[in-house]
């Protein structure tokens, strides 16, 4: 149902674009850096990128060691921003990369764990804002050639999950603390400016750099770019995403990478949207499709509240559990985004038991219920306060439960097709789970004559969600009673 309702979008898009032209005056603000596009990308990449549903994003540093907490102290903030916390000297910082030696790690296991997870793609830090570069960078001494362990860790995480099918995003932070030239503020004086100038030739050649060294990376990540120095640079921004396409092409890049003529970041003064998908969704979620507006998105989504590096201590906030990660991928998935929950491993390089288990939770639900979830959409049937309704072309329909209700009924409300001669009739009703088949009763009709079904759905024996697939067609009103053998 994506792909359908990405191509009715386009096709309205078309048509209406030129209406709204006129109407709207949707290009009423002159720019030059505005969206290179508007609407949609209908490329196999951008497709193959819409049907992930679930994805994996894993934060990955020299905050690892620290891990939340400097000399007794335990920091509350994010552990991946302990460097700008006063209790910790920066000279300590900036240090930690000497003891970096992350032992246990295993890309192998790591791609392993992700993939039994059902993640279809992995989003990983390669820099974050401390400028640790977890690459050989050849532009700066502060990466991982430079410490104990040495070894390339992007190029292992590329090669290993990508041997189980799962493709990988970089993250890139603009923000980069190391370096002399970044700064929030834009330069002032002619010696600021000079050495701004170096760090953003500094940050186009690692960009390049990214792009040459793992030529099967699809997308690139783009964080930190809300400081105005960055802002401020949107024109030359601008060229550099085109050069970067320009190398790779089907490259996706989402709304965090530049601003723009005005400094409207990830839309443009037009309200169009900047970049391939919009990356506004983070530890939080779209509520409904109109507020959309047909664009593709991402969720991203920490295990606590606001913690994306390893913080040893999880007792400080509210920990989420497998049901509501579920959930929240269910929901993403019903208003046509993706869903990518991080994983915070420690210094050593283990993944810490606690996302161990949310992950194998998580798979364990995958392996019985991702149909509902891979390569499915919106779909047009109102939502019921059990769940959430997921749809595959236009005859798949799945029906995730979350809420069981206590009369053992899951009710549907028809939609009426736009055409008035036909009407939508169930031919097949099953659970996911086994394909058992599911007994669906007539349920009447309101006052506007909208008919309803109810589904039977025995008390559920686990307190995981559980999915109903419903076959549907659209027939000629006359010849519903033909099809209705399914329905009690
Ligand atoms: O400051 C970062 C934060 O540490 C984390 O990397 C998240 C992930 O989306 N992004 C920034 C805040 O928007």
């Not at 990405?6 to 005056?25: A, M, R, T, W």
């Not at 997870?117 to 990466?143: E, N, Q, R, V």
């Not at 799945?398 to 939508?424: C, E, F, G, I, S």
């Not at 519903?480 to 329905?487: K, L, S, T």
Request: charged content about 25%; proline content about 5%; overall charge neutral.
């Amino acid at each position: 149902m994506k792909k359908i309702s990405i191509i009715v979008f386009l096709f309205c898009g078309i048509f209406l674009g030129n209406i709204q032209s006129q109407q709207v005056k949707r290009s009423s603000v002159p720019l030059e850096h505005g969206a290179d596009r508007i609407g949609p990308r209908t490329d196999e990449a951008m497709q193959k990128w819409r049907e992930y549903g679930l994805g994996q994003f894993i934060h990955w540093g020299v905050y690892a060691i620290p891990g939340g907490h400097w000399n007794g102290e335990v920091y509350r903030g994010a552990a991946e921003w302990i460097r700008s916390w006063n209790r910790m000297p920066r000279s300590d910082y900036d240090n930690l990369y000497k003891q970096f030696n992350p032992v246990n790690f295993d890309a192998k296991r790591w791609a392993r764990q992700a993939k039994d997870m059902g993640a279809k793609c992995l989003i990983i830090t390669t820099k974050h804002h401390d400028g640790f570069c977890l690459w050989p960078s050849k532009y700066t001494d502060y990466t991982i050639a430079n410490t104990p362990y040495k070894r390339d860790i992007i190029k292992e995480l590329v090669d290993a999950y990508n041997a189980e099918s799962i493709d990988v995003t970089l993250y890139f932070s603009i923000i980069d603390w190391n370096h002399r030239g970044y700064r929030a503020r834009p330069p002032a004086t002619d010696e600021e400016k000079a050495s701004y100038e170096e760090f953003k030739q500094f940050t186009r050649n690692q960009l390049i750099e990214l792009l040459q060294n793992y030529p099967t990376a699809t997308g690139l990540w783009f964080d930190g770019t809300w400081d105005q120095a960055w802002i401020q640079q949107a024109p030359w921004v601008h060229e550099l995403e085109r050069e970067l396409r320009a190398m790779r092409p089907g490259l996706i890049i989402g709304s965090r990478f530049r601003a723009d003529d005005h400094g409207k970041r990830h839309y443009d003064s037009n309200g169009d949207l900047l970049g391939d998908y919009d990356q506004t969704y983070e530890r939080n979620m779209p509520e409904t499709l109109e507020e959309l507006n047909g664009v593709d998105w991402d969720c991203v989504m920490t295990v606590p509240e606001n913690q994306w590096g390893y913080h040893s201590d999880w007792s400080l906030t509210y920990v989420k559990k497998p049901f509501e990660f579920i959930e929240m991928m269910v929901k993403a998935v019903s208003l046509n985004g993706n869903f990518v929950l991080n994983f915070g491993p420690d210094g050593k390089g283990n993944i810490r038991p606690e996302e161990t288990e949310i992950a194998k939770e998580i798979g364990a639900w995958m392996k019985v219920n991702s149909e509902a979830i891979y390569g499915a959409g919106n779909s047009n049937w109102e939502k019921q306060g059990w769940g959430y309704y997921t749809q595959k072309g236009d005859n798949k329909l799945y029906l995730t439960v979350l809420n069981h209700p206590l009369n053992n009924m899951v009710r549907v409300k028809v939609p009426r097709p736009a055409d008035n001669t036909k009407v939508t009739i169930v031919e097949k009703a099953y659970f996911l789970d086994g394909k058992k088949p599911a007994i669906v009763r007539n349920a009447g009709r309101d006052k506007f004559n909208n008919i309803y079904y109810d589904i039977e759905s025995p008390r559920p024996s686990s307190t995981m969600p559980y999915v109903f697939v419903l076959e549907i067609r659209e027939v000629n009103r006359d010849e519903r009673d033909n099809y209705q053998q399914a329905i009690m």
